[in-house]
């Protein structure tokens, strides 16, 4: 029986816990991961503050039971259009993804943008990645002490402002700064606070790229989404191989002088001559490392690039091909419906239930009178009062508010007492109508005559 061949993996430099010290590097692709990444972590930490006619700009609010999204307000009820985003999302991830590989995880995935601060505040307080590797190996001292307690005390500072940014898009960011300084803060948000805080810490501090090799989904259905012309971050063997030394300008040899810089540059520590590897997030570093190297030796750029398998064979590689206009026609579909709900919302929920403790009310011998429980909702600052009406085919009469005040009343229980001087015996139905200087919404149910 053959044996499987096995080949032995380049690592970068970690210390004896197997942690990777990761060199930050410059170049093309990192100044487009910063110019995509910056404008998120802004609007992140940004939209926040925001506010229109003193409501937040963007707020999922569980004690209003409402969805507030740049400045308009929709109800718990249209929950589904989120989830229609998220499908849309999806879509949009797969059409990335055939196209290009996972370019989402290394240019805008927040775990990846997390990651990469924390690697910078590393570099800040504890020294480049070869300075960290070596001290890490040495015995303590009370500088390298000092030095990790400022690196993680800065770590545990920009988790709890994460923590608190995003829970502030549930619970008023301003009421959460305000309660923790007036130290009323409830139990329920100080333990959120403090869970979200120590999962920012551990995901991007102490765990890192096991997330992207061992929890995040989407590495393990990349196999999946690609194809032989999926624009990937690849190595050219053909042309790279046999390695070769910086020194050795043998031109039989190859043009990679296995400099490793690929390999220590690489935020989930993997070595892409090996290959296509389910842990590479398409960052780019690798790249720009080694253009700095070709560069330096007067060699074409481009041994390491955006390149489809096809490509490396020298073989034609169309982009618009079949798979991704599917992927591209989904995308718009879901996107299109999406559009069309958040058009087409509205912005009075009304519901109606019967008493149950009393269904019917007998004041005469054809006198029956109906009792029920209404409640109105608005999600429209400009509504202050909803009248209500009543209608069918006999001559019903209401009893109850007859205007319902928003200002005081939005989302109660009211109830309220249908009666037909002359019902007949069975069910009728009548028409419940509310309206407001906006919106006029109409709620059909059933009246119960005489008989039962």
Request: proline fraction near 4%; charged fraction near 15%; include cysteine.
């Amino acid at each position: 029986m053959q044996k499987i061949p096995t080949v032995q993996l380049h690592t970068p430099a970690t210390n004896d816990e197997g942690k990777i010290h990761v060199r930050l590097t410059e170049g093309l692709y990192q100044n487009i991961r910063r110019l995509i990444s910056w404008p998120l972590l802004g609007l992140f930490f940004g939209l926040v503050w925001v506010q229109h006619n003193g409501q937040p700009w963007l707020l999922f609010s569980f004690a209003q039971h409402k969805i507030i999204v740049f400045g308009h307000a929709y109800s718990w009820f249209d929950l589904t259009l989120l989830a229609g985003l998220m499908v849309a999302g999806a879509f949009l991830l797969c059409f990335m993804a055939v196209a290009w590989g996972r370019v989402w995880c290394g240019f805008a995935c927040p775990q990846s943008i997390w990651t990469w601060l924390f690697i910078r505040i590393e570099q800040l307080t504890e020294g480049r990645a070869s300075q960290r590797a070596r001290r890490e190996r040495q015995p303590l001292t009370a500088q390298q002490t000092l030095r990790r307690i400022a690196k993680h005390t800065l770590w545990l500072l920009l988790a709890l402002a994460t923590a608190i940014t995003f829970t502030g898009y549930f619970v008023p960011v301003r009421d959460i700064y305000a309660s923790a300084a007036a130290l009323q803060m409830s139990p329920l948000l100080l333990g959120w606070l403090l869970i979200m805080s120590a999962l920012t810490y551990i995901n991007a501090g102490l765990v890192r790229e096991k997330i992207c090799l061992h929890a995040c989904p989407y590495s393990r259905i990349q196999g999946v989404m690609f194809d032989q012309h999926t624009r990937t971050v690849s190595y050219d063997a053909s042309r790279g191989e046999p390695r070769a030394s910086k020194r050795n300008n043998d031109k039989s040899q190859g043009d990679c002088v296995d400099c490793s810089l690929c390999v220590q540059v690489c935020p989930v520590g993997i070595d892409i001559r090996q290959g296509l590897q389910a842990a590479c997030i398409d960052c780019g570093a690798c790249i720009d490392a080694c253009d700095k190297v070709m560069a330096t030796l007067d060699r074409p750029k481009g041994l390491i690039r955006f390149a489809s398998l096809a490509q490396l064979q020298n073989k034609p590689s169309p982009q618009a091909r079949t798979r991704l206009l599917c992927y591209a026609a989904a995308l718009l579909l879901a996107t299109s419906a999406v559009a069309y709900g958040f058009t087409h919302t509205t912005s009075l929920q009304v519901a109606i239930s019967r008493d149950r403790n009393a269904l019917t009310t007998r004041l005469g011998q054809h006198h029956i009178c109906n009792n029920y429980r209404i409640k109105v909702e608005s999600f429209n600052p400009d509504e202050t009062q909803i009248s209500v009406a009543v209608t069918g085919t006999a001559n019903y009469q209401l009893f109850g508010p007859a205007m319902i005040d928003l200002n005081q009343n939005n989302g109660d229980w009211l109830a309220y007492r249908v009666c037909d001087e002359a019902a007949q015996p069975g069910v009728s139905e009548i028409v419940f109508g509310f309206e407001g200087q906006v919106v006029k919404v109409e709620k059909e149910t059933t009246f119960l005559g005489g008989g039962f």
